[in-house]
């Protein structure tokens, strides 16, 4: 799966019981392969196209690293130690990376 397909995909992979009551935004900016807003309202979650709205956290990586991730090649923690992959508040990341399938 690439990174476009994965935040695409995220909506339809998230358990609404698993998000109800948290409010949240995120921006990804996944170099060539775009910039998306992953937003998450009491149990809904939106993703589109473009940065959108005040995030509570923002990452930036490439597309290899991202996907290198999901599929379990690249160690996430190491990607943020080499500086492969960036996030401006890793607290709200690490509440939410289970939840997207990130861990």
Known sequence: MNAKDFLMSLPAQINPAAIEGHNTCFHFNIGEAG?????????????????????????????ATLTGI??????????VFTGKLKM??????LKYAKIFGLM
């Open 35 to 63: 910039q998306y807003t992953v937003q998450i309202e009491d149990g809904k979650c939106a993703v589109q196209e473009g940065l959108t709205g005040t995030p509570k956290c923002a990452v930036t990586t490439s597309p």
């Open 70 to 79: 999901l599929n379990g090649s690249i160690n996430p923690m190491m990607a």
């Open 88 to 93: 401006t508040n890793q607290g709200e990341m």
